[in-house]
C-alpha cells in the first residue's frame, strides 16, 4: 500500500491532503499538536478538523506530536519510511510571528530542518512537498508600479498581467519574522533537492482558502470574513482602503498540484501556486460577494494602518507550474469558493 506522511494534518491544507490521499488509496499518517490552537485561541481550534476526518477516512492515524521534537519526527520516519511527505505544519501568521518569535522560528525553519533530515536518513527517494508562502518575497512585490481601480490596485505594466513570478527576489526586502523563517525552510527545502538531489518542491502559497479552514483574524482572509458575517462580529481593514488584492486556490486544487509532483517529481523545484489572476480578489470586493451571498450588512471597521510588510496587490503567476505540470490546473472558481464558504459559515456547528 501506498503511504504518506502529512504534517499540520488537522490544519486547512494538510487535512485535505489527508482526505484527498486517503481517497485515492494511500496509508496516511497526520502529525499535528492543534498548535494552531495555541497560536490563535479558540478560533484557531482545530479538533473538529480532526473529529471530521476519523469519520471521513479509511486509512488514516493521527500521531499528536510536535514537529519540533527531533527525536520523535527522526523515528516516526524511520520506522514509517513514507513514499510521500507533505510538510504543512506551520506557525502560518504574517502578524503573529513577531509576538512569539522563537516558536515561529522553531516550528516554521527547525520543525521544516528536523523533517528534511529524517527524509534525508530514512526515504531519500521520497518526494517531499513542502507548503511555502509569498511571503518569501517579502514586500518586494509593493515595489512594482500599481494603479488604483474603483475596488482595488493593480500592476501597471502589462508585463506582470499573469502576475508575480518565482524571479521575485527574496532578499533585501521586508518579510515579517514569519517571511523569515519560512524563507530559511523554503531554501533549506530547496538546499535538500540541489545538495542531495532529493525530490524536493516548494509551493510558495497564495491565499489558500477552503471551508476546513479555523478562520481567525490573523490568519484564513476569506474565512474569517465569512464568520465574521455569521456572526455578526466586527471586522477590521488595514490599511490601502481595502484595495488590497490576494488571489484564492481552494485546498482541494493545492492537493491536485501536490499529486502531480507526486507523480512526476523533480529535484529543488519551486512554484508560485495560488488563484491567479481569475481568482483574485480585492478585500472590498470580497466584502460585497459574501455580503450578497449572506444577505446581510458586514459591521466594518477602518483602520489607517497597513499590516507591516502587507502585500498590496498579489496575483501568483501559474506559469511555471503550467509549463511543467500541463494537465494541472485551477478547477474550483472564486465564486464557488466563496459559495462553500458562506454555506459553510451559515450554520453555528461549523
Ligand atoms: N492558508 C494560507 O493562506 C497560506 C498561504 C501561504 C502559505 N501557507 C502555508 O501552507 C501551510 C499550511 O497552512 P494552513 O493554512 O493549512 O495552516 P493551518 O494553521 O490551518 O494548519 C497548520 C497546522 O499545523 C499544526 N501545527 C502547528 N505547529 C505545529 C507543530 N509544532 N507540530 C505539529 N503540528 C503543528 C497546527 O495545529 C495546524 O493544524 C503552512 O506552511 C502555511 O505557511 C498557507
Known amino acids: 500500500m501506498k503511504s504518506a506522511l502529512v504534517t499540520g494534518s488537522s490544519g486547512l491544507i494538510g487535512s485535505e491532503a489527508v482526505a484527498f490521499l486517503?481517497?485515492?488509496?494511500?496509508?496516511?499518517?497526520?502529525?499535528?499538536?492543534?498548535?494552531?490552537?495555541?497560536?490563535?485561541?479558540?478560533?484557531?481550534?482545530?479538533?473538529?478538523?480532526?473529529?471530521?476526518?476519523?469519520?471521513?477516512?479509511?486509512?488514516?492515524?493521527?500521531?499528536?506530536?510536535?514537529?519540533?521534537?527531533r527525536d520523535a519526527i527522526l523515528r516516526i520516519l524511520a520506522e514509517e519510511r513514507p513514499g510521500l511527505i507533505v510538510h504543512c505544519a506551520a506557525q502560518p501568521s504574517h502578524d503573529l510571528a513577531a509576538s512569539r518569535p522563537f516558536d515561529d522560528f522553531e516550528v516554521n525553519a527547525v520543525g521544516t530542518l528536523n523533517l528534511l533530515e529524517g527524509a534525508r536518513q530514512s526515504c531519500p527517494e521520497s518526494p517531499f512537498v513542502f507548503l511555502s508562502t509569498n511571503k518569501v518575497y517579502g514586500d518586494a512585490p509593493n515595489e512594482l508600479e500599481l494603479v488604483e481601480l474603483e475596488t482595488?490596485?493593480?500592476?501597471?505594466?502589462?508585463?506582470?498581467?499573469?502576475?508575480?513570478?518565482?524571479?521575485?527576489?527574496?532578499?533585501?526586502?521586508?518579510?515579517?519574522?514569519?517571511?523569515?523563517?519560512?524563507?530559511?525552510?523554503?531554501?533549506?527545502?530547496?538546499?535538500?533537492?540541489?545538495?542531495?538531489?532529493?525530490p524536493t518542491v516548494c509551493f510558495r502559497g497564495g491565499c489558500?482558502?477552503?471551508?476546513?479552514?479555523?478562520?481567525?483574524?490573523?490568519?484564513?482572509?476569506?474565512?474569517?470574513?465569512?464568520?465574521?458575517?455569521?456572526?455578526?462580529?466586527?471586522?477590521?481593514?488595514?490599511?490601502?482602503?481595502?484595495k488590497q488584492v490576494r488571489d484564492n486556490i481552494h485546498s482541494y486544487d493545492v492537493c491536485t498540484a501536490m499529486m502531480a509532483f507526486y507523480e512526476a517529481p523533480r529535484v529543488a523545484a519551486v512554484y508560485n501556486l495560488g488563484g491567479g489572476r481569475a481568482n483574485s480578489i480585492s478585500v472590498l470586493e470580497a466584502i460585497e460577494q459574501l455580503e450578497e451571498r449572506f444577505g446581510r450588512a458586514l459591521q466594518r471597521e477602518y483602520v489607517d494602518e497597513a499590516r507591516r510588510g502587507d502585500h498590496i496587490c498579489y496575483i501568483s503567476d501559474l506559469g511555471r507550474l503550467r509549463a511543467d505540470y500541463p494537465d494541472w490546473d485551477i478547477t474550483i472558481s472564486l465564486g464557488e469558493i466563496l459559495d462553500q464558504l458562506a454555506v459553510l459559515a451559515a450554520p453555528a456547528t461549523t
Open 22 to 69: 486517503d481517497e485515492r488509496g494511500f496509508r496516511v499518517i497526520g502529525l499535528d499538536n492543534n498548535m494552531r490552537r495555541d497560536f490563535f485561541g479558540p478560533d484557531g481550534d482545530t479538533t473538529w478538523n480532526l473529529e471530521r476526518l476519523r469519520g471521513a477516512t479509511r486509512h488514516f492515524e493521527h500521531r499528536e506530536l510536535d514537529i519540533r521534537d
Open 208 to 242: 489558500l482558502t477552503g471551508p476546513h479552514h479555523s478562520g481567525a483574524e490573523l490568519h484564513g482572509f476569506l474565512a474569517y470574513l465569512a464568520r465574521a458575517l455569521r456572526d455578526g462580529q466586527t471586522y477590521r481593514i488595514y490599511g490601502y482602503k481595502g
Open 152 to 198: 482595488r490596485y493593480d500592476y501597471a505594466d502589462p508585463a506582470y498581467r499573469e502576475g508575480i513570478d518565482e524571479s521575485m527576489r527574496i532578499d533585501a526586502t521586508m518579510h515579517s519574522l514569519f517571511g523569515a523563517s519560512k524563507v530559511a525552510a523554503d531554501v533549506l527545502v530547496q538546499e535538500y533537492g540541489r545538495y542531495f538531489g532529493m
